[in-house]
């Protein structure tokens, strides 16, 4: 069975840019999830998918976040645009069922310069 | 005052020795548990669920004490492969977000 895949997995950008990072998540996978980790903090959630549908977006820092979920199936995370404090880690995740342990993708350094 | 508090570390153990990990969460509705294990820029990998009865994976134990709430994890007799970073991981009642703890290292040395 194939994982959870991340593109890309590693981007460096100019402050101000635009950057999209791409998650597959395991096939029949209806929770998609997108977190992120900051240098030196811990992982925090950022929103949630069920199918097509958010089900929770509360972790979105702002506006410049915007998540998608084509027919349910890849997701993207676009950030537009880009500030420094955006670098980090990005992992996105995908479960069955609520309450099951997820199976994270690799995960995309993203540094913005 | 954060969802999930660990220890940092880092523990640095003997191979053989064993060691074991607290993290305490603050939302008292919390409704799952679970101890994960990230490797150096790599992702994070479900270790292992936490029950209330305890459970035991070979050399892992993990326990929950909600009256406390408190979660716990165990290594016994340390491989060097156990050197990783360990989190612990709670799900709101919604089910819907994992909260991590930031973390706690461990070097098991020769």
Redesign the interface.
């Known amino acids: 069975e194939a994982g959870v895949t991340q593109f890309p997995s590693h981007s460096v950008i100019e402050k101000g840019q635009t950057v999209t990072l791409r998650c597959d998540p395991i096939s029949g996978h209806d929770n998609l999830y997108w977190y992120r980790r900051v240098m030196g903090k811990e992982i925090k959630f950022l929103l949630h998918f069920v199918k097509e549908s958010k089900q929770d977006e509360s972790g979105m820092p702002n506006n410049r976040f915007l998540a998608e979920r084509t027919g349910g199936t890849y997701s993207t995370l676009k950030v537009q645009p880009a500030e420094l404090e955006d670098s980090g880690v990005y992992f996105c995740a995908s479960s069955p069922t609520l309450n099951y342990g997820y199976t994270f993708g690799s995960g995309t350094r993203l540094t913005v310069v | 005052r ?1 969802e ?1 508090e660990q220890d940092p570390g880092p523990f640095n153990v003997p191979e053989g020795a064993t060691v074991a990990f607290n993290c305490t969460y603050s939302n008292s509705a919390s ?2 548990f ?1 101890w994960y294990r990230q490797d150096c820029r ?5 270790l292992m ?1 936490v029950y209330s009865s305890g459970n035991e994976d070979g050399r892992f134990t993990a326990q929950l004490n909600r009256a406390s709430q408190y979660i716990s994890l165990l290594i016994r007799d340390s491989k060097l492969s156990d050197s990783a970073t360990y ?1 612990c991981v709670v ?1 709101t009642y ?10 706690t290292s461990l070097t098991v040395i020769p």
């Not at chain 2, 790599?42 to 479900?46: A, H, I, N, S, T």
Request: glycine share 14%.
């Open positions: 954060k999930v409704q799952s679970f790599k992702e994070p990998k479900l669920s989190l799900v919604t089910g819907n977000q994992f909260y991590f703890g930031t973390g």
